[in-house]
């Protein structure tokens, strides 16, 4: 019984051996993918930033038109809108230091 688990504890560790040596090979491709990736960072946290632009006016918008109508949620619908583009604002820095940039 003792031999039969040193045989699969001897199995398992050449398998997790074989494995980092077939992970040695893909680092060319991971830094060749980061590059690339880099290069698409800009313009994506630009147009992120522009979204939560347009949101943000359509969101002032329906709060001043809600104000004017007198509906009571007012705070809820601010906060809504307000929450949507900070968070646009945020994941766009978010993703800018990520990655270093």
Do not use: H
Not at 20 to 25: E, G, K, L, Y
Not at 59 to 75: C, F, H, P, T
């Amino acid at each position: 019984m003792k031999t039969l688990k040193k045989i699969w504890a001897t199995v398992v560790l050449f398998v997790l051996a074989s494995i980092t040596a077939f992970a040695q090979s893909g680092v060319n491709g991971l830094n060749t993918a980061t590059t690339t990736l880099k290069t698409y960072i800009d313009p994506v946290t630009t147009i992120t930033l522009v979204i939560g632009g347009i949101v943000g006016i359509i969101g002032a918008i329906r709060v001043y038109s809600k104000w004017n109508s007198g509906d009571q949620d007012i705070n809820k619908e601010l906060m809504g809108w307000g929450g949507s583009c900070v968070f646009l604002v945020v994941s766009s820095l978010v993703v800018k230091a990520f990655f270093g940039l």
